[in-house]
Every structure is written in structure tokens, then in C-alpha cells.
């Protein structure tokens, strides 16, 4: 077994979609980033990445490159996976932490949980996604943007 973790962090940024987990959320600013912005995709790809001890997001899907300008995180996602496949190993499950003022994600979790099961190609009963705030404290506390921790078991 082969245990990882990942974080990831963006501030909001009016005129952009806010997409956590693969779903749209409305009603809130979107995060500024080089790709979708999918900052909790990304703290699950840097998780798996660990964990197989393949590097990080940036050395696989740098922000420097324009080939990954505005790109699915998602599809990432799906790209790590398949990856962390063909090093040998199987996902055993996916835990994230979700900390932020806005939104809320209880109305989203279970479509959360899903789009990143279908991603990993994995089942939604090994994939948890809480949401939790700063309770004000720092800049995430202050509402400015979201960040995520995530805990990925390999097998």
C-alpha cells in the first residue's frame, strides 16, 4: 500500500466558472488558474501522483505550457489515474477536504463524489469529499478563494 497526499490553493476570480470536482457550481466567482481551475482535481491528481511516487501536477501538466491553457481538469484527472494504473498500482480511496467560506458544498457533494469516481474509474463508496470553512481565519477564511487537502490509499 502506498499512501498520498496532495493540496492545492487559487483565489476567485469574477468572469470564470467555478468547477470543483468536475461539476459547475453557480452562483460564484471561479478561481483564477492556467487551466479549468479545478483545485480540488488538482489536490486528488498531486495525491495520486505522490503516492505513486510519479512526481507532482506541475512537472506532468506545467502551467507554462499552452497546451494545458484554460484545459478539463478532469481530463487530468483521468490522464493521473490511468498513469498511477500503469505503474502498478489501484486506487484504493480518495479522501478531500474542501476549505472554504463560499459555496457551500453540501448541495454538490454526491455529484462531487461522483464525477471524480467516474474519472478514476472507481467506485463513488471510495471517494469522500468534505467541505469545511477557515472559520475566517487567513485569507481562505476572509472568503478570497478555496483550497483543498486530499489523502489518496493506493493499493
Known amino acids: 500500500m502506498r499512501i498520498g497526499t496532495g493540496y492545492d490553493s487559487h483565489v476567485f476570480e469574477d468572469g470564470r466558472r467555478l468547477v470543483l470536482g468536475g461539476v459547475e457550481i453557480p452562483d460564484c466567482p471561479g478561481l483564477k488558474a492556467h487551466s479549468d481551475g479545478d483545485v480540488l482535481a488538482h489536490a486528488v491528481i498531486d495525491a495520486l501522483f505522490g503516492a505513486a ?49 463560499r459555496p457551500r458544498l453540501a448541495p454538490y457533494r454526491e455529484d462531487i463524489r461522483k464525477s471524480l469516481a467516474d474519472a478514476m474509474g472507481i467506485d463513488v463508496g471510495r471517494v469522500s469529499v468534505k467541505g469545511k470553512t477557515n472559520e475566517r481565519m487567513d485569507d481562505v477564511g476572509a472568503g478570497l478563494g478555496i483550497a483543498v487537502h486530499a489523502a489518496v490509499l493506493l493499493d
Open 53 to 101: 511516487a510519479l512526481g507532482d501536477i506541475g512537472g506532468h501538466f506545467p502551467d507554462s505550457s499552452p497546451q494545458w491553457k484554460g484545459a478539463d481538469s478532469m481530463r487530468l484527472l483521468r490522464a493521473a489515474a490511468a498513469e498511477v494504473a500503469a505503474a502498478g498500482y489501484s486506487i484504493g480511496n480518495v479522501d478531500a477536504t474542501v476549505v472554504c467560506e
